[in-house]
């Protein structure tokens, strides 16, 4: 799959992938800063975005996907930055092709089986999706019924769009993510990975425990956490600069 992706900045190459219902956009703001260092390549994953859609969604299809991305812009070796699912993407890479992966940075997600955080979301871009064409308003209010965080609401609003026919509707493969979730809440498997590797978590965040340790040790051995107090699962958009300078400092450190 030829994936859609942004590029700006120079220097060691750094891809940087988003999370679920995400676009390349949404890195936007820490990508920004990180490209006074970094040649940073941001794609839409399989699914999402600009990047062609696909009736299955898994974390070796996605790993796969990134990889030919840098075959074809003929990248051996990259840093790698994700978050959630991009974050497991980017593990599941590192794990199939580790010889590719200079150092990899995981955003607030673990390599484990979580259970079904996205139901109601799913359930009110579903009912969206069969009230038919319509302003991003009106979207909205159907979906607000769903979903009553206002941060979570906009975000996945950016993702109603107008179509090639004119007519409004998801940019996302409802469809697809529908079916295969419980492959996108899977763990990582393979591996190890020993290359270096920091996991940075959201204080306020839930999605890496203590009782994760031990898997992430066992798949990733040269693993370190490190914790951004004051953020929840979007310490990126919430804190770009802080989270930024440690990305920063552990990749060319």
């Known amino acids: 799959m030829q994936l859609y992706f942004r590029e700006r900045g120079a220097g060691a190459p750094l891809v940087m ?42 974390y070796p299809l996605m790993a796969a996907d990134v990889l030919a991305l840098m075959d074809s812009l003929g990248l051996e070796k990259v840093h790698l930055f994700g978050h959630s699912m991009g974050g497991k993407t980017a593990m599941q890479l590192a794990l199939n092709a580790p010889d590719r992966v200079s150092k990899l940075v995981v ?14 979301i799913l359930e009110g871009m579903r009912a969206v ?26 975000f996945l609003l950016t993702n109603w769009r107008r179509q090639d026919d004119g007519t409004q509707g998801w940019r996302l493969n409802l469809d697809a ?17 020993m ?18 340790r031990e898997a992430i040790l066992r798949l990733f051995p040269n693993a370190s956490v490190r914790t ?3 953020t929840g699962h979007w310490l990126h958009a919430e804190k770009p600069d ?3 300078r440690i990305v920063n400092r552990f990749l060319i450190g």
Do not use: W
């Open 17 to 58: 992938l988003h999370g679920l219902f995400g676009s390349a956009d949404n890195l936007g703001g820490i990508a920004r800063i990180l490209e006074s260092d970094f040649r940073v390549i941001a794609p839409d994953l399989r699914n999402h975005g600009r990047s062609p859609h696909d009736d299955h969604m898994s």
């Open 242 to 244: 802080l989270v930024a």
């Open 177 to 193: 993510i529908e079916r295969d979730y419980m492959e996108i809440a899977a763990a990582n498997t393979g591996g190890p990975f």
């Open 107 to 120: 955003g607030d997600i673990a390599p484990v089986a979580y259970g079904h955080h996205h139901s109601r």
């Open 228 to 230: 951004v107090e004051g």
């Open 195 to 212: 290359g270096p590797t920091l996991f940075v978590r959201g204080g306020n965040s839930d999605y890496v425990q203590a009782e994760h």
């Open 129 to 154: 999706a069969d009230a038919g064409d319509m302003s991003r308003s009106d979207a909205e209010k159907i979906l607000s019924t769903y979903v009553d965080e206002p941060d979570v609401l906009s």
